[in-house]
């Protein structure tokens, strides 16, 4: 079993900035893909960006390449989401989840974090 912890969310103005963070337990952090999805008001759940266990390999969506960076800290145990340049249309709630192989969709992810919020405002 892995648990994912969230934090880092919060509300913030057009055009600035947010770092998430995402804590796993266990000791097998590095065998795992991680990646970011979010889901705003009304819409579906959608990939946000990936990064493999080693982290020497990631991927976006279209809508924040250029923007948002996927990193992890194998040794914290924590994969990290930086935000910049945010558009009202990034906000969203926030999650991040543990799978075993590199993925852009939900289904290959088996943990999930609970969430955090991220409101931008214009």
């Known amino acids: 079993q892995v648990q994912l912890v969230e934090s880092g969310g919060g509300l913030v103005q057009a055009g600035g900035s947010l770092r998430l963070s995402c804590v796993a337990s266990g000791r097998t952090f590095r065998l795992y893909t991680m990646g970011w999805f979010r889901q705003g008001p009304g819409r579906e759940r959608e990939f946000v960006a990936a990064?493999?266990?080693?982290?020497?390999?990631?991927y976006y969506a279209d809508s924040v390449k250029g923007r948002f960076t996927i990193s992890r800290d194998n040794a914290k145990n924590t994969v990290y989401l930086q935000m910049n340049s945010l558009k009202p249309e990034d906000t969203a709630v926030y999650y991040c989840?543990?799978?075993?192989?590199?993925?852009?969709?939900?289904?290959?992810?088996?943990?999930w974090g609970q969430g955090t919020q991220v409101i931008v405002s214009s």
């Open positions: 989840a543990a799978g075993p192989v590199f993925a852009v969709r939900a289904g290959p992810y088996d943990y």
């Open positions: 990064i493999s266990g080693s982290g020497s390999a990631t």
